[in-house]
C-alpha cells in the first residue's frame, strides 16, 4: 500500500505536530481538520511558528541558506490544507485522530470516518490509553485500523508506537509502520494492549514511586535523584507525573484499573487522587508534588 494524502482529525497539542511531521518531514499532503474554526486557525498557526523555528535553525547550524531554508518551510506549508469539513477526509489514504481521550467520542468519529472515507483509508488512533479493537469495532472496518501513537512534543520525540489488534490486515500494519519511518520517526509494534509499550512500563513505574513518597519511605527529591542518577534518567517520576499532569495519570488510572480490575499493577495512590482533588494538577497549573514557575521546578 502506498500512503499520498493524509488527514489528521484534531489540530491541538498533539494533532498539529502529526499535521508538521507528516507535511516537512514526510512529504505528504496533508488534510489539517477541525470542527471548529477557531482551533484550527491555532493549531496552523502553531504549525507555521514551528516550521519557521525549524527553518531558522537549519541556517545557524548551516544545514541550508536563509532561501533555502525559506522555501522548505514554504513547501511544507503548501502541503497544508486546513478543512472544516469532514468531506475532505473523505479520499485521504490514511486519517489519524488525535481529538479528546474520550472513548465514546472517538467512536462516534470512527463511526462517521468509516461511513465517509474511501474503502482503502487506514484508519488511526493517536489515543495512549483506549482499546484500538473498540474504535475499529465502530468504524466498521476492523482490518484497517490501527494505532499510531506520538509523543510530545511530535516535532522532537522520535518514537511512534504502531498498534495492531487481532483483525488489523498484515498490510496496513506495514503500511502504518512505513508511514512512521516516513515521518522520521522510530516506529515499535506492539498488540492492542493497555498503555501499548511505554505507557504500560512508565505509568506503573509512576505509581510505585508515589506509594513510596506516600509510605514516607523516601522524599520526593531523593526518589527523583535516586532514578536521575542511578539510572540514568533525564527526570526522577515525581517530576514527570508533574509533567504528564496529575489528572491525566489519574483519568488513565482509573480507566486501567476499570477495564482490568485484576492486573496487579494498576492501582490510583491515595497521594495522586489527593492532589487532584485539590487542584495541584502538576506544572501546567503551577504546582503539583512540586511547585513550578513555567519550566522552573522548586
Not at 499493577?265 to 514557575?293: C, N, Q
Request: net charge negative; hydrophobic share 40%.
Amino acid at each position: 500500500m502506498q500512503i499520498k494524502k493524509v488527514g489528521v482529525v484534531g489540530c491541538g497539542l498533539m494533532g498539529h505536530g502529526i499535521v508538521q511531521v507528516a507535511a516537512a518531514q514526510g512529504g505528504f499532503d496533508v488534510v489539517a481538520f477541525e470542527a471548529d474554526q477557531g482551533a484550527l486557525d491555532k493549531g496552523i498557526a502553531r504549525v507555521e511558528k514551528s516550521l519557521a523555528k525549524l527553518a531558522q535553525k537549519s541556517v545557524e547550524k548551516g544545514k541550508m541558506d536563509a532561501d533555502k531554508a525559506e522555501a522548505w518551510a514554504a513547501g511544507a506549508r503548501a502541503r497544508i490544507t486546513p478543512s472544516t469539513d469532514k468531506a475532505d477526509l473523505a479520499d485521504c489514504d490514511l486519517v489519524v485522530e488525535a481529538i479528546v481521550e474520550n472513548l465514546d467520542v472517538k467512536k462516534s468519529l470512527f463511526a462517521e470516518l468509516g461511513a465517509t472515507c474511501k474503502p482503502e483509508t487506514i484508519l488511526a488512533s493517536n489515543t495512549s490509553s483506549f482499546p484500538i479493537a473498540e474504535m475499529g469495532e465502530a468504524s466498521g472496518r476492523p482490518e484497517r485500523m490501527v494505532g499510531l501513537h506520538f509523543f510530545n512534543p511530535v516535532q522532537l520525540m522520535k518514537l511512534v508506537e504502531v498498534v495492531r489488534t487481532d483483525k488489523t490486515d498484515e498490510d496496513v500494519f506495514a503500511a502504518a509502520r512505513g508511514f512512521g519511518e516516513s515521518c522520521g520517526k522510530v516506529p515499535v509494534g506492539c498488540k492492542d494492549t493497555p498503555g501499548f509499550v511505554v505507557n504500560r512500563l512508565l505509568v506503573p513505574y509512576m505509581v510505585q514511586a508515589l506509594e513510596m513518597l506516600d509510605r514516607g519511605d523516601a522524599s520526593k527529591e531523593d526518589i527523583d535523584a535516586a532514578m536521575q542518577f542511578g539510572c540514568g534518567h533525564p527526570m526522577g517520576p515525581i517530576t514527570l507525573t508533574d509533567y504528564v499532569g496529575l489528572d491525566t495519570t489519574l483519568f488513565i488510572l482509573e480507566g486501567w484499573c476499570e477495564r482490568y480490575p485484576n492486573e496487579p499493577a494498576f492501582a490510583v495512590p491515595g497521594i495522586l487522587r489527593r492532589h487532584v482533588e485539590a487542584g495541584k494538577l502538576g506544572r501546567k497549573s503551577g504546582e503539583g508534588f512540586f511547585k513550578w514557575d513555567g519550566d522552573k521546578r522548586s
